[in-house]
């Protein structure tokens, strides 16, 4: 849990500033460019912590699977072992 926060913090910090040089671009106003540039990150920062767990747990249960059904999990893949 520790790294998939951290991760998302990173992540978090990397969009924003992404996200505002791309607005000052496009708009020219520091204002509006830190309006889009703050409000656009924090729902895709969510949607990336989201998007995480949902790996995660599709990881979790093809190992569970594979485990059932002795076979091996392998990059999202079974393989007879």
């Known amino acids: 849990m520790k ?4 991760k998302t913090a990173t992540y978090s910090v ?7 040089a791309v ?4 708009t020219r106003d520091w204002r509006a460019a830190l309006a889009i540039g703050m409000v656009e990150p924090i ?3 969510i949607a990336f912590a989201i998007h995480e767990r949902a790996w995660a ?9 594979s485990a059932e ?3 091996l999990a ?3 893949r079974s393989a007879t072992s």
């Open 14 to 20: 990397m969009h924003l500033t992404v996200a505002f």
């Open 69 to 71: 059904t002795g076979t």
């Open 43 to 45: 729902f895709q920062t």
């Open 57 to 65: 747990r599709a990881d979790t249960r093809a190992v569970q699977r």
């Open 74 to 76: 392998v990059a999202g």
């Open 3 to 6: 790294k998939t926060a951290f």
């Open 23 to 26: 607005a000052y671009v496009l």
